[in-house]
């Protein structure tokens, strides 16, 4: 049995899939956190127990403030005895290296961990090690990023560098929008943890062709992928990821191009002793890298792999983190294909329910329903923060899990309660915030 240290975590699923990955494994964890009330307002009884409540300890420090927290984190050791160190919430992912590394625990290097969520860091190793990508640039200011701008071209994308979820990632096509884009940037320089942010700017070549996504687990030196996952993208001029399919299914085969390539770009940034979910654009010039994330899939693709192979990325992220071999072999589950499409609020108001939702769950194709309850103020969705809900499907027979999952999506039918005018964005977040905790 191992004992787990883990610092912070997403609301999301994730807080529940990797607690049920410790507990199934055998092992015990301990949870430190800087604002327990951040987990206690994001729980919903419909899910079930808190995953908290498995915990063999939940303990509070300041886990924004690196230089306090991990002489603690030694101390708690010293008494407690851990064998390893996780995360889910890409905000706490470098920490948990550094701290992985000040009490010779595994895990990836520290330095790695940082490259790689920080996305400015990640262009210019990649580029430097001939790692295919956009052309970009890392911009100080809105001048110097409209003098870019017209070096790359328009349209191109404006990133923030170390922001998740697709939180202000937008097209732009013209020095206007570049200047309403950077203005959002720099109206928002706390993240949602309470993190001051870096106001570097990134602007990329805007990239065309199919999105996929490469699942990986890294030990002992070798990359290991699982599998590639396709990805649907809307919401423009934002990105909002509308749905995913696992395995992907492109017509031109080019997932073995797309593995390789996430490959070289693990290897570059000297990723090990990681799960990783790399994100790659297929462009009539080949594979391209979007960008790297040294933690399993969000978005319930976890739960897309393990329906259809079996394997489990969640423990496999305990495996590594305690410094053990994780099963990464495959079997048949019958499932041939797995499909999530999220539901996205076409409104702003108040969601006053959604229909259709009965006829959906008996279909038996339906692996998962999740819906927001009636009550939840909503508005159009520009970032991952905003799904009303989805609906998760499987196909036995072949690749038309995706088919499916969107086909009973059409068929949910969200209400809203509309406000007068002038109090529309009353109690709404402001643009560029977090809808729901993070």
Not at 292 to 308: D, K, M, Q, S, W
Not at 311 to 330: E, F, N
Not at 349 to 378: H, K, S, Y
Not at 391 to 399: K, N, P, S, W
Request: hydrophobic share 45%; with cysteine; glycine share 10%.
């Amino acid at each position: 049995m191992g004992h787990l240290l883990v610092v912070e975590s997403w609301v999301g699923s994730m807080s529940r899939l990797l607690p049920r990955a410790i507990r199934e494994g055998g092992h015990e964890f301990t949870f430190v956190t800087r604002d327990l009330h951040h987990y206690l307002r994001g729980a919903d009884a419909a899910d079930g127990p808190h995953p908290l409540l498995a915990a063999r300890n939940v303990l509070t420090a300041d886990t924004n403030d690196p230089a306090a927290l991990l002489p603690h984190l030694e101390r708690l050791h010293a008494v407690l005895g851990f064998d390893g160190v996780v995360s889910s919430c890409d905000y706490y992912l470098p920490v948990v290296a550094r701290t992985a590394e000040r009490l010779g625990l595994p895990g990836p290097a520290a330095g790695a961990v940082e490259a790689a969520c920080r996305k400015d860091m990640t262009r210019r190793t990649l580029a430097a090690a001939g790692v295919p990508g956009p052309r970009f640039a890392v911009c100080a200011d809105p001048a110097e990023a409209a003098a870019a701008a017209r070096e790359i071209g328009y349209p191109l994308v404006v990133k923030p560098v170390d922001l998740c979820a697709g939180m202000l990632v937008r097209e732009v096509r013209d020095e206007r929008e570049l200047e309403l884009a950077c203005r959002a940037l720099a109206e928002f320089p706390v993240n949602a943890r309470g993190q001051d942010r870096t106001p570097a700017v990134l602007l990329e070549e805007l990239l065309t062709g199919p999105e996929v996504s490469v699942e990986s687990v890294s030990w002992a030196g070798t990359a290991h992928v699982v599998g590639v996952t396709d990805k649907s993208v809307g919401g423009a001029p934002a990105f909002v990821e509308t749905g995913h399919m696992f395995p992907a299914g492109s017509p031109d085969g080019g997932e073995r191009a797309a593995a390789d390539t996430a490959v070289a770009a693990l290897t570059a940034l000297g990723l090990d002793q990681v799960v990783c979910h790399t994100e790659i654009k297929l462009t009539p010039d080949g594979p391209r890298v979007v960008e790297v994330n040294p933690r399993p899939a969000g978005n319930r693709i976890t739960e897309l792999v393990r329906h259809v192979t079996g394997v489990d990325l969640a423990a496999a992220c305990v495996d590594v983190a305690l410094g053990r071999t994780p099963d990464l072999s495959a079997r048949d589950t019958g499932v041939r294909s797995a499909a999530i499409a999220f539901l996205l609020p076409g409104a702003t108001g108040t969601l006053a329910g959604i229909d259709g939702a009965d006829r959906v769950r008996e279909q038996p194709e339906v692996l998962e329903l999740t819906l927001a309850a009636p009550g939840r103020a909503v508005r159009a969705a520009t970032s991952n923060n905003e799904y009303l809900g989805h609906v998760m499907t499987a196909d036995t027979r072949g690749g038309g899990a995706r088919a499916t999952a969107e086909r009973l999506l059409a068929e949910l039918r969200p209400s809203y309660e509309h406000p007068p005018a002038a109090e529309a964005t009353a109690g709404l977040p402001a643009a560029g915030t977090v809808a729901v905790p993070a």
